[in-house]
């Protein structure tokens, strides 16, 4: 694996040595001293072209844990026309001494393109609605720890299914790994054609909140889309949001999840989201040892200097 | 691979043995001992050296396992390896943690696991043991305990097989290179 | 003299073995001719025939002369086996009055390539507000009126420029492209653009339009061209037109003849361009409509761009595809099409479509010396592109079918001897 720039195509043993390493680096995160000294000379670059503290700061994270060194790129919005200094960024960080580059944009496919021009090991951390395969792998791990295995595990993605690469990650890493999933969504936000998908779609939550063991909860998307698919922010939290009335006909065991940064108030009650039921924490904790384990993989022989 | 063992697996059971007697012995006893196996072959050594103290000393020595991965200094030239687990049962801080492996040759392996250890605790001693001692240090590192002294050229290779990992228990050397 | 020996030659009594000798930009002989000091274009196993006519390029020049020029356009056509072309009027300044258009005829004739006409902006800057100065540009020679890189999208618009061109001798072309249902999309809506969480473009955007249109014309009788079809809905809607007897025409480009939607996953905008690349049904009837004549020709819809216009992600990408130098090659690799029907396609009735008198026509003595050589079964991989810009979705690819030689008024502007 040369580059992890989408969950397509990443097979079911693949996943799960990522899974594997991200144990052992938990570990490692475990200790009085966080570090290994496994990347010490190599530099990671990350390239953040849409505001995200929380996923640059883990991939920072991951990558200091490995003893690293980390060149930050993050462009205030006002600088950056049209992706105009895509490549140039690329090209330039490469030429300061990156082994690696962590990319994300708001279009899709930047990291695709940014793998072909800088001829170094890339890590997609999101393009546009399309994916976010790390955000996949530490999904799939917080679920491998808390339930055992995923075989068998019911899932349902709730939200603009349609803008999210979360979802389309997510589902993808889910269902390889032996996880039914189902897409919870009014219609304008499923995605258009779903034929093939390996998941089921629903338009109503109350239908299928009572048998799922995993609620995944997306973020309303105000800044990706543009055009929104509901009618307003009221209704949709009537109908899609966990309130206290859905949390009550949830499994006993079912548990909350949520990529982060969650609107309270909207696809989640404000009380609710501090439940002890949510694994959102453990999310985060989890996302840095998935990066690490995923810094590490990428990290072969040609790549090094 | 030379057709005999140079160790059969009874050879190997009496230098186990002798090993785990030899440790209790400078120890006068087990106590404050921790038997560190290196991954991989390293730690059913470990765990046999275990069993051999449980058995003429009727003491448990706690037996951890060691993952080098993570510390190797030549990730540049060889791809991405498998981490098994690191899993020390005890806090090593204060304790004699003796380090188990089945070959010791350049002493990298060994250099990796003492940073590898360091990371894990302060232990108050640090001792090897190791099944055969094929010589070519490039480091100053020495073995406490040996189970056998094996003299090889540099571009022949020892292989060690273990019933668990392997199916078969013996040490064999052979031409090419290898450990 | 030029003479072209030993091809098979479309004359006006159809496809002959023979030679072609050509003098002072005109055709003076067809026939068994001896080379004497000629200058021999050697034709053994190649399609001769009038030069290749494109209706649909984007020259850039005034304007945005860093992706392309007419000049640099000009070369790339004959290169291509073009001798005439419609240049499209969304330049900077738009082609909506007299005196642009003069330019950029000015600007092909004394790059003496091929012939350049210009086609004519509908609305004034192509805004669809007001209507262009339709009489400066016809006096100026303009027979094709287009608003094209946008849509005409008030139906009262366009009506009122039908009605008000009624009787000329012009075609009003149009790019169909519903601004509500195509807004913020990027490739064709479909199975690949809901995986790659990318925006789509309906194929409804397109033929929402053409069907409105369509009863424009069947109310004002104006002569209609359908640019860039692209979806089996088009295909259906003008082949609907045509048997109603409506003066429909429709083209459409080599790389709609040749790729599907399934191009995107690679993200590379030289795969980006409006209409999207769309399904293999759509791809396999958009052959089927070019074959038995439904859509009467293939024009390119050269579209250049810089290299550091294209290195950028597919989503932010300017859209549009180069496509002079390949459209020969794509099109016979798709359709296979006979020497008779590709001339028609890409010479003939385009030359009719555009009202050019001196191109397309089948090779006589006397007639004017527009001619283009074709080798039919020689394949090669294009590579580097003779356009200043290289955003071919053709690069790398095996294609069937080259231009040995392209001579514009009797000249060679593409050949061995060129």
């Given at each position: 694996?040369?580059?992890?720039?989408?969950?397509?195509?990443?097979?079911?043993?693949?996943?799960?040595?990522?899974?594997?390493?991200?144990?052992?680096?938990?570990?490692?995160?475990?200790?009085?001293?966080?570090?290994?000294?496994t990347?010490?000379?190599?530099?990671?670059?990350?390239?953040?072209?849409?505001?995200?503290?929380?996923?640059?700061?883990?991939?920072?994270?991951?990558a200091?844990?490995?003893?690293?060194?980390?060149?930050?790129?993050?462009?205030?919005?006002?600088?950056?026309?049209?992706?105009?200094?895509?490549?140039?960024?690329?090209?330039?960080?490469?030429?300061?001494?990156a082994d690696?580059?962590?990319?994300?944009?708001?279009?899709?496919?930047?990291?695709?393109?940014?793998?072909?021009?800088a001829?170094l090991p890339?890590?997609?951390?999101?393009?546009?609605a399309?994916?976010?395969?790390?955000?996949?792998?530490?999904?799939?791990?917080?679920?491998?720890?808390?339930?055992?295995?995923?075989?068998?595990?019911?899932?349902?993605?709730?939200?603009?299914?349609?803008?999210?690469?979360?979802?389309?990650?997510?589902?993808?890493?889910?269902?390889?790994?032996?996880?039914?999933?189902?897409?919870?969504?009014?219609?304008?936000?499923?995605?258009?054609?779903?034929?093939g998908w390996?998941?089921?779609?629903?338009?109503?939550?109350?239908g299928?909140?009572?048998?799922?063991d995993?609620?995944?909860l997306?973020?309303?998307?105000s800044?990706?889309?543009?055009v929104?698919g509901?009618?307003?922010?009221?209704?949709?939290?009537?109908?899609?949001?966990?309130?206290?009335?859905?949390?009550?006909?949830?499994?006993?065991?079912?548990?909350?999840?949520?990529?982060?940064?969650?609107n309270?108030?909207?696809?989640?009650?404000?009380?609710?989201?501090?439940?002890?039921?949510?694994?959102?924490?453990?999310?985060?904790?989890?996302?840095?040892?998935?990066?690490?384990?995923?810094?590490?993989?990428?990290?072969?022989?040609?790549?090094?200097? | 691979?030379?057709?005999e063992?140079?160790?059969?697996?009874?050879?190997?059971?009496?230098?186990?043995?002798?090993?785990?007697?030899e440790?209790?012995?400078?120890?006068?006893?087990?106590?404050?001992?921790?038997?560190?196996?290196?991954?991989?072959?390293?730690?059913?050594?470990?765990?046999?050296?275990?069993?051999a103290?449980?058995?003429?000393?009727?003491?448990?020595?706690?037996?951890?396992?060691?993952?080098?991965?993570?510390?190797?200094?030549d990730?540049?030239?060889?791809?991405?390896?498998?981490?098994?687990?690191?899993?020390?049962?005890v806090?090593?801080?204060?304790?004699?943690?003796v380090?188990?492996?089945?070959?010791?040759?350049?002493?990298?392996?060994?250099?990796?696991?003492?940073?590898?250890?360091?990371d894990?605790?302060?232990?108050?001693?640090?001792?090897?043991?190791?099944?055969?001692?094929?010589?070519?240090?490039?480091?100053?590192?020495?073995?406490?305990?040996?189970?056998?002294?094996?003299?090889?050229?540099i571009?022949?290779?020892?292989s060690?097989k273990?019933?668990?990992?392997?199916?078969?228990?013996?040490?064999?050397?052979?031409?090419?290179?290898?450990? | 003299?030029?003479?072209v020996?030993?091809?098979?030659?479309?004359?006006?009594?159809?496809?002959?073995?023979?030679?072609?000798?050509?003098?002072?930009?005109?055709?003076?002989?067809?026939?068994?001719?001896?080379?004497?000091?000629?200058?021999?274009?050697?034709?053994?196993?190649?399609w001769?025939?009038?030069?290749?006519?494109?209706?649909?390029?984007?020259?850039?020049?005034?304007?945005q002369?860093?992706?392309?020029?007419?000049?640099?356009?000009?070369?790339?056509?004959?290169?291509?086996?073009?001798t005439?072309?419609?240049?499209?009027p969304?330049?900077?300044?738009?082609?909506?009055?007299?005196?642009?258009?003069?330019?950029?005829a000015?600007?092909?004739?004394?790059?003496?390539?091929?012939?350049?006409?210009?086609?004519?902006?509908?609305?004034?800057?192509?805004?669809?507000?007001?209507?262009?100065?339709l009489?400066?540009?016809?006096?100026?020679?303009?027979?094709?009126?287009?608003?094209?890189?946008?849509t005409?999208?008030?139906?009262?618009?366009?009506?009122?420029?039908?009605?008000?061109?009624?009787?000329?001798?012009?075609?009003?072309?149009?790019?169909a492209?519903?601004?509500?249902?195509?807004a913020?999309?990027?490739?064709?809506?479909?199975?690949?653009?809901?995986?790659?969480?990318?925006?789509?473009?309906?194929?409804?955007?397109?033929?929402?339009?053409?069907?409105?249109?369509?009863?424009?014309?069947?109310l004002?009788?104006?002569?209609?061209?359908?640019?860039?079809?692209?979806?089996?809905?088009?295909?259906a809607?003008?082949?609907q037109?045509?048997?109603?007897?409506?003066?429909?025409?429709?083209?459409?480009?080599?790389?709609?003849?040749?790729?599907?939607?399934?191009?995107?996953?690679?993200?590379?905008?030289?795969?980006?361009?409006?209409?999207?690349l769309?399904?293999?049904?759509?791809?396999a009837?958009?052959?089927?409509?070019?074959?038995?004549?439904?859509?009467?020709?293939?024009?390119?819809?050269?579209?250049?761009?810089?290299?550091?216009?294209?290195?950028?992600?597919?989503?932010?990408?300017?859209?549009?595809v180069?496509?002079l130098?390949?459209?020969?090659?794509?099109?016979?690799?798709?359709?296979g099409?006979?020497?008779?029907?590709?001339?028609?396609?890409?010479?003939?009735t385009?030359?009719?479509?555009?009202?050019?008198?001196?191109?397309?026509?089948?090779?006589?003595?006397?007639?004017?010396?527009?001619?283009?050589?074709?080798?039919?079964?020689?394949?090669?991989?294009?590579?580097r592109?003779?356009?200043?810009?290289?955003?071919?979705?053709?690069?790398?690819?095996?294609?069937?079918?080259?231009?040995?030689a392209?001579?514009?008024?009797?000249?060679?502007?593409?050949?061995?001897?060129?």
């Amino acid at each position: 694996m040369r580059h992890l720039l989408t969950i397509e195509g990443v097979t079911r043993p693949e996943l799960e040595d990522l899974l594997d390493l991200s144990d052992e680096f938990l570990n490692v995160l475990d200790r009085d001293i966080p570090k290994v000294p496994t990347l010490l000379g190599a530099t990671v670059a990350t390239m953040f072209f849409e505001p995200s503290t929380r996923t640059r700061l883990s991939f920072e994270r991951a990558a200091r844990a490995l003893s690293a060194d980390v060149l930050s790129f993050s462009p205030g919005t006002s600088s950056v026309t049209k992706g105009e200094s895509l490549k140039d960024t690329a090209l330039t960080l490469k030429a300061m001494g990156a082994d690696l580059m962590v990319v994300r944009h708001p279009a899709t496919g930047a990291a695709h393109r940014v793998s072909r021009w800088a001829d170094l090991p890339v890590v997609n951390g999101g393009d546009g609605a399309h994916q976010h395969p790390t955000q996949a792998l530490l999904d799939a791990f917080t679920l491998r720890r808390h339930f055992g295995k995923l075989d068998g595990l019911r899932v349902g993605i709730v939200g603009d299914i349609r803008h999210s690469r979360v979802a389309r990650s997510d589902l993808q890493a889910f269902s390889t790994l032996g996880a039914t999933v189902t897409l919870v969504a009014p219609p304008t936000l499923l995605p258009l054609d779903t034929t093939g998908w390996p998941c089921d779609t629903a338009t109503e939550l109350d239908g299928v909140i009572g048998d799922l063991d995993v609620v995944y909860l997306l973020r309303i998307q105000s800044e990706r889309g543009g055009v929104s698919g509901f009618t307003s922010l009221p209704e949709y939290v009537r109908r899609f949001g966990l309130d206290d009335r859905r949390f009550r006909l949830l499994r006993d065991d079912a548990v909350i999840m949520h990529p982060g940064p969650m609107n309270r108030g909207v696809e989640i009650a404000p009380h609710i989201a501090d439940h002890p039921r949510t694994l959102i924490l453990d999310q985060v904790r989890n996302g840095v040892a998935a990066r690490m384990a995923v810094l590490f993989r990428l990290m072969t022989p040609e790549a090094r200097r | 691979m030379t057709a005999e063992p140079v160790m059969t697996s009874d050879d190997i059971r009496r230098a186990v043995h002798r090993i785990a007697h030899e440790i209790v012995e400078r120890h006068h006893g087990t106590a404050g001992l921790v038997l560190v196996g290196i991954h991989t072959r390293g730690v059913p050594f470990a765990r046999a050296i275990g069993a051999a103290i449980a058995d003429f000393e009727g003491t448990t020595v706690p037996v951890g396992e060691l993952d080098i991965g993570l510390y190797r200094d030549d990730l540049g030239r060889r791809s991405s390896p498998r981490l098994e687990r690191t899993s020390i049962p005890v806090d090593i801080t204060d304790q004699t943690a003796v380090l188990v492996d089945d070959v010791l040759f350049t002493g990298r392996t060994i250099r990796a696991a003492l940073d590898a250890l360091s990371d894990l605790g302060r232990a108050g001693q640090i001792e090897l043991a190791v099944l055969v001692d094929r010589g070519h240090r490039q480091l100053p590192i020495r073995p406490d305990y040996v189970g056998k002294n094996l003299p090889t050229a540099i571009e022949q290779r020892v292989s060690v097989k273990i019933d668990e990992v392997d199916g078969h228990t013996g040490v064999w050397v052979g031409e090419g290179k290898g450990q | 003299m030029i003479l072209v020996a030993g091809g098979s030659v479309l004359t006006s009594e159809g496809i002959i073995a023979t030679d072609v000798a050509i003098d002072d930009g005109f055709i003076v002989a067809v026939g068994a001719i001896d080379p004497g000091t000629a200058e021999v274009i050697d034709a053994r196993g190649c399609w001769v025939g009038p030069g290749l006519v494109d209706l649909h390029v984007h020259l850039r020049e005034p304007g945005q002369e860093w992706k392309e020029d007419i000049a640099s356009g000009s070369r790339a056509a004959a290169s291509g086996g073009f001798t005439a072309l419609v240049a499209m009027p969304n330049t900077l300044p738009a082609i909506d009055a007299g005196h642009r258009a003069g330019f950029v005829a000015e600007q092909g004739r004394k790059a003496g390539i091929c012939h350049v006409a210009p086609a004519g902006a509908i609305t004034l800057d192509r805004r669809g507000v007001e209507l262009a100065h339709l009489d400066e540009l016809w006096e100026a020679g303009v027979r094709l009126f287009t608003d094209d890189g946008d849509t005409v999208a008030d139906a009262g618009m366009l009506r009122r420029a039908m009605e008000y061109l009624a009787g000329r001798d012009c075609v009003l072309a149009q790019h169909a492209e519903d601004p509500g249902l195509g807004a913020g999309g990027h490739m064709h809506e479909g199975a690949v653009s809901s995986r790659l969480g990318i925006r789509g473009l309906p194929a409804l955007a397109e033929e929402t339009i053409v069907a409105r249109d369509l009863a424009l014309v069947r109310l004002t009788g104006a002569a209609y061209h359908v640019q860039h079809a692209s979806t089996t809905g088009t295909v259906a809607l003008i082949r609907q037109a045509k048997a109603e007897g409506l003066p429909v025409t429709a083209e459409v480009t080599p790389h709609h003849l040749m790729l599907d939607h399934s191009e995107v996953e690679s993200m590379d905008p030289d795969f980006k361009m409006y209409p999207p690349l769309r399904t293999t049904e759509d791809v396999a009837e958009l052959r089927r409509a070019l074959i038995d004549g439904t859509i009467d020709a293939v024009a390119t819809d050269h579209a250049p761009h810089a290299d550091h216009e294209q290195e950028v992600p597919f989503e932010e990408a300017p859209r549009g595809v180069i496509g002079l130098e390949t459209a020969l090659a794509a099109t016979l690799t798709a359709t296979g099409l006979d020497q008779t029907t590709l001339f028609q396609r890409m010479s003939t009735t385009p030359a009719a479509i555009a009202r050019f008198a001196d191109h397309g026509l089948p090779l006589v003595v006397g007639g004017p010396a527009n001619i283009v050589v074709i080798d039919p079964s020689a394949t090669w991989v294009p590579d580097r592109f003779v356009s200043r810009s290289q955003n071919s979705p053709f690069r790398g690819r095996k294609l069937t079918g080259s231009v040995v030689a392209t001579v514009f008024e009797g000249t060679v502007t593409h050949g061995p001897a060129s």
